[in-house]
């Protein structure tokens, strides 16, 4: 994602610098490109920082014999239990929405290249985002494997809502409208989004496996992300 961004922004500067386009061009692309990974990056830091500081699930109430003689609180083992899931339940969330600002951008792709003509480059983007997107999911409800009990439906709809729904926002919109601007900021915001979204999942699978199978799984991963790629590629993209 970040190095499609690069790709036009460093093309605008080349060409701003040999004369042949505005400066201006150029200046706004670089914005887009560094202003779009601070979006997506650091927004999203922000954001959640405050989202997990609130309740998602209301926190329970504790009574006198969960604080300690020296003013600690001692969880007992039913609102250990309660955090937990709140806990979960919030880093689910939260990874949702780095993965649904990723793929607002994939739709812009899609968008775009259904209006400009390219039917054939515009299915095998959809095929190609539809094979990746599907391992997503994975990522949204691997925080709430851990819990004793299965996570509510209505909270997968509505987090794989949150996920895949921008996929087909972006699709509309980049029919309709589209720019070398906001091909490099849309871009560049999923670029960002995704290096936070790796974070969460990592910082997740370090909790839950041994480093050894979390490196074997970042392979297949990798292996699978490059592949789908490169089917993207090969349609013309």
Same mark, same amino acid.
């Given at each position: 994602?970040?190095?499609?961004?690069?790709?036009?922004?460093?093309?605008?500067?080349?060409?701003? =610098?040999?004369?042949?386009?505005?400066?201006?061009?150029?200046? =706004?692309?670089?914005?887009? @490109?560094?202003?779009?990974?601070?979006?997506?990056?650091? $927004?999203?830091?922000?954001?959640?920082?405050?989202?997990?500081?609130? *309740?998602?699930?209301? #926190?329970?109430?504790?009574? /006198?014999?969960?604080?300690?003689?020296?003013?600690?609180?001692?969880?007992?083992?039913?609102?250990?239990?309660?955090?937990?899931?709140?806990?979960?339940?919030?880093? *689910?969330?939260?990874?949702?929405?780095?993965?649904? #600002?990723?793929?607002? /951008?994939?739709?812009?792709?899609?968008?775009?290249?259904? %209006?400009? $003509?390219?039917?054939?480059? #515009?299915?095998?983007?959809?095929?190609?985002?539809?094979?990746?997107?599907? +391992?997503?999911?994975?990522?949204?409800?691997?925080?709430?494997?851990?819990?004793?009990?299965?996570?509510?439906?209505?909270?997968?709809? =509505?987090?794989?809502?949150?996920?895949?729904?921008?996929?087909?926002?972006?699709?509309?919109?980049?029919?309709?409208?589209? /720019?070398? =601007?906001?091909?490099?900021?849309? @871009?560049?915001?999923?670029?960002?989004?995704?290096?936070?979204?790796?974070?969460?999942?990592?910082?997740?699978?370090?909790?839950? %496996? +041994?480093?050894?199978?979390?490196?074997?799984?970042?392979?297949?991963?990798?292996?699978?992300?490059?592949? +789908?790629? @490169?089917? %993207?590629?090969?349609?013309? #993209?």
């Amino acid at each position: 994602m970040i190095s499609h961004a690069w790709d036009a922004a460093s093309r605008a500067a080349t060409s701003a =610098f040999s004369g042949s386009s505005p400066v201006i061009d150029a200046i =706004f692309s670089l914005i887009a @490109l560094f202003g779009g990974i601070a979006i997506g990056l650091l $927004g999203l830091t922000w954001y959640g920082r405050r989202y997990m500081r609130g *309740s998602f699930v209301r #926190a329970p109430v504790l009574s /006198s014999e969960t604080v300690g003689t020296n003013g600690t609180v001692r969880y007992g083992e039913q609102e250990l239990e309660l955090v937990q899931k709140v806990e979960s339940y919030k880093l *689910s969330m939260m990874i949702a929405v780095g993965i649904g #600002a990723h793929n607002f /951008s994939e739709g812009l792709a899609s968008g775009q290249s259904y %209006v400009s $003509g390219a039917l054939g480059l #515009a299915l095998m983007l959809i095929i190609g985002f539809a094979a990746h997107n599907a +391992t997503e999911g994975f990522g949204i409800a691997a925080p709430l494997t851990g819990l004793s009990r299965k996570p509510n439906v209505r909270f997968l709809a =509505f987090a794989g809502l949150v996920g895949g729904g921008p996929t087909f926002l972006g699709t509309v919109v980049g029919s309709l409208w589209s /720019s070398p =601007f906001t091909y490099i900021l849309f @871009l560049s915001i999923a670029g960002g989004a995704l290096i936070y979204v790796t974070m969460l999942m990592y910082n997740a699978g370090r909790r839950q %496996v +041994t480093n050894d199978i979390l490196m074997l799984g970042f392979f297949f991963g990798l292996s699978a992300g490059f592949i +789908t790629d @490169l089917l %993207v590629t090969l349609g013309g #993209a």
